[in-house]
T-cell receptor
Framework: SQKIEQNSEALNIQEGKTATLTCNYT??????LQWYRQDPGRGPVFLLL?????KEKRKERLKVTFDTTLKQSLFHITASQPADSATYLC????????????FGDGTTLTVKP | SQTIHQWPATLVQPVGSPLSLECTVE??????LYWYRQAAGRGLQLLFY??????ISSEVPQNLSASRPQDRQFILSSKKLLLSDSGFYLC??????????????FGEGSWLTVV
């Protein structure tokens, strides 16, 4: 069955450092992968999408890589700030109309001032 | 712009009581609609999805059901709630755009506590 693993449940880093979150998957050939941010008690908010034929995508302080050979995506937040503290979810999507997705359990990032 | 509304935001229901969560999307037509459930500290579990009016697909066996009476309305229901139905329920929508890539947009969620 399809499975997604995000590297750890919690990640604590110091303000200004780069946070790196990992998403590994098995038994899946996704068309694309997305990263979401979720604050406590709120719905997830879309951050970045990367397609199967893309290696890297950037948006401001965010960078996502996608290695379909390793079946892994890395999510980086550079110059991290306490406001970046949240849970980050990765999700894999197949390329069908139903767009069924598989979400990881998330990694909770805490950026300490 | 598109918006998604989900209600109620919070509810406490006794075991065996019925449930109705409602979700509407504005600013788009013929969206794909989804119901997810999230247990505390866990990822999202897809419960139901719909690609059109009256078309419902269930992903997991359970005592919940979903309906889509209108294009932009999605309802999650139960006739008799179980304790295990407690959780955070999220409605979401997506506009199918073929290979150009897609994003799922989530509502604010509904906290359900079954007591």
């Amino acid at each position: 069955s399809q499975k997604i693993e995000q590297n750890s449940e919690a990640l604590n880093i110091q303000e200004g450092k780069t946070a790196t979150l990992t998403c590994n998957y098995t038994n899946y050939s996704p068309a694309y992968l997305q990263w979401y941010r979720q604050d406590p008690g709120r719905g997830p908010v879309f951050l970045l999408l990367i397609r199967e034929n893309e290696k890297e995508k950037r948006k401001e302080r965010l960078k996502v890589t996608f290695d379909t050979t390793l079946k892994q995506s890395l999510f980086h937040i550079t110059a991290s700030q306490p406001a970046d503290s949240a849970t980050y979810l990765c999700a894999l999507f197949s390329n069908t109309n139903a767009g069924k997705s598989t979400f990881g359990d998330g990694t909770t990032l805490t950026v300490k001032p | 712009s598109q918006t998604i509304h989900q209600w109620p935001a919070t509810l406490v229901q006794p075991v065996g009581s019925p449930l109705s969560l409602e979700c509407t999307v504005e600013g788009t037509s013929n969206p794909n609609l989804y119901w997810y459930r999230q247990a505390a500290g866990r990822g999202l579990q897809l419960l139901f999805y719909s690609v059109g009016i009256g078309q419902i697909s269930s992903e997991v066996p359970q005592n919940l059901s979903a309906s889509r009476p209108q294009d932009r309305q999605f309802i999650l229901s139960s006739k008799k709630l179980l304790l295990s139905d407690s959780g955070f329920y999220l409605c979401a929508w997506r506009q199918w755009k073929g290979r150009s890539g897609n994003t799922i947009y989530f509502g604010e969620g509904s906290w359900l506590t079954v007591v």
